[in-house]
């Protein structure tokens, strides 16, 4: 289990944490090693306000996958489960990102590494400095991330405890 990946999660159609639930399992099931899980949160929408809140968490993983394998996994998994966004930004039952790729900088047509967006999603953010309080991305320290997108609401929704990992 080489490569260290941080995966960030999201839902907010259907039976939101259980479609949270579901993808750690698969993940699980598919050869990945859940080191470190955050807590559930529920945030409202971001750019397309006219849907329904999310609920978000994010992953600490170890896996042999390569950046493009774990991406075509994730993918994988989305459509197994029934991801139906129709629109960007839009409403889905599930949504799997990678956000980071061992320390790696990656830019190809179908994956960009770190997630470009991730830097303005306190969604994202929070939860991930949860789980890597010390955490640098692109040599800026996770607390000065946060605090750029400081009024974004975020709160506790569920205790990790909710997935079997």
């Known amino acids: ?17 259980s479609f949270l639930a579901l993808a750690v399992s698969k993940l699980k099931r598919n ?13 409202e929408p971001q750019i ?6 999310f609920l978000n968490c994010v992953l600490f993983v170890k896996t042999t996958f390569n950046a493009l394998q774990l991406l075509e996994l994730c993918q994988d998994i989305e459509r197994s489960i029934g991801k139906n966004k129709i629109i960007e930004f839009g409403p889905r039952n599930i949504d799997i990102d990678l956000l980071i790729f061992n320390a790696e900088k990656i ?6 590494i770190p ?4 830097f303005d999603r306190n969604f994202v953010l929070m939860p991930l400095k949860e789980i890597a309080p010390d955490l640098v991305i692109e040599n800026r320290p ?5 605090a750029k997108c400081a009024d974004q609401k975020i709160k506790l929704f569920a205790d990790k405890d909710v997935f079997d990992i």
């Open 115 to 118: 997630h470009p967006r991730m």
């Open 1 to 17: 289990m080489k490569n260290e990946v941080y995966l960030s999660l999201g839902s907010n159609l259907g039976d939101r944490l």
């Open 107 to 112: 830019s190809t047509p179908d994956l960009i």
């Open 31 to 43: 050869g990945l090693r859940i080191e470190k899980c955050s807590n559930v949160y529920e945030t």
């Open 142 to 146: 996770i607390d000065q991330l946060i």
């Open 48 to 53: 397309l306000t006219n849907q329904p809140n």
